[in-house]
């Protein structure tokens, strides 16, 4: 039975406001985030690269929009200020949207670094701010705002590939004008609220302890791993499909199957493990996923629909509860710990693209993805050394 505390819903409670508005910015912030994945088709075209390559260019995403988010979520903890979730979105619109202008593959990589730079500073702050508007219900809040960001990944291709499709590849520029919206609401309506809890700390680091070291440890092992296989197959879906002759437009949309699937398993996730536990949530979503990813590499048709609509809604369902679970551990550092989650382990595992890429040039695409969907079972196992709630 979930057990919630006598007090007022103004005090302790969702606050729907900041909830909505955070969510959405985290839907729009992450939308430029997918412009990425669908266009490598293009990319790949146009600049005549491997598959290693390609793989980079994710690698550069992935590690721009996540590698400095401990530093960006312990300066906001330090500092107390809000201007990193606003910046974000402006940054990461701007940068994502001109993708089709740079003439030269370093460009084009210095372009989606910069857009990743945006990303990296929106998220911890982002967390923070969502995990304390969530009062009592912190996986619900979390799932709700994680949720956005996944729905933003996956209506990214639908987004884009219009826009392509209708002014070309060199003008994907147009498509910058929700960031700044949204970035203008957020600096009204978020960073200049007043303070209504406490969202700063000057007590360093001093909170860690044997006791928060090792399930964090285990945390993030869980997370990396999970964003290796995450970021592995939104990369090189369109790709693979592509091989088996289908179009660009079929990719985007298994992406946005694989995304908006995840963005719902994201809402449940965080839900039941507010009653039955993150720790149980954290297992099934890990041990249920390579099955599924199996599916969908391996059958034809409406199976492989299937599979991979419920592999993406599996495995990231216990996005938000492990972000949850972190902050729990850390709760005087919740942006610190949101960075951790979010940002260096998505990093890494967003770096690690770049060796599935060399690995498909090796011994091709589907066997190096099935390589990949073995992942899940490590993190299962990193799973059950996490305490029990």
Known sequence: MERVPHCSQERYGIQKGQIALLTTAHLINDTYAGFLAPLLPVVVEKFGLTMAATGFLSSVLAVSSSLAQPLYGYLADRLGRRYFVVLGPLLTSIFMSSIGLPRSYGLL??????????????????????????????????????????????LGPLLIIPIVSIVGFENTFVAVIPGVII??????????AKITAKEASNDGFTGWSAFTYRPLLYLWLIVFLRATVVTSFGTFIPLLLEERGYSLMVGGT???????????????????SDRIGRKKIILMS???????????LYTSGLW?????ALAGMVLLSSI????VMAQEFMPTRISTVSGLMMGFGWGLGGLAVSFIGMLADHIG?????????????????????????
């Open 183 to 192: 970035s203008m609401l957020l600096y009204k309506y978020i960073a200049r």
């Open 254 to 272: 298994s992406i946005f199957v694989f995304l908006f699937c995840g963005a719902v398993g994201g809402l449940f996730g965080g839900y039941w």
């Open 304 to 308: 492989t629909t299937l599979g991979l």
């Open 365 to 389: 695409l589907t066997p190096a993805l099935a390589v990949v969907a073995l992942i899940p079972l490590i993190g299962f196992g990193c799973g059950l050394r996490l305490p029990d709630e």
């Open 286 to 296: 890990l041990g249920l996923s390579t099955p599924f990813l199996f599916v969908f």
């Open 320 to 323: 938000p509860v492990g972000i």
């Open 109 to 154: 990589v210095l372009v989606i670094f910069m857009g990743g730079m945006g990303t990296a500073f929106f998220h911890p702050q982002g967390a923070a701010l969502a995990g304390a508007a969530g009062g009592y219900r912190k996986g619900l809040g979390m799932s709700i705002f994680s949720a956005g960001g996944n729905a933003g990944y996956a």
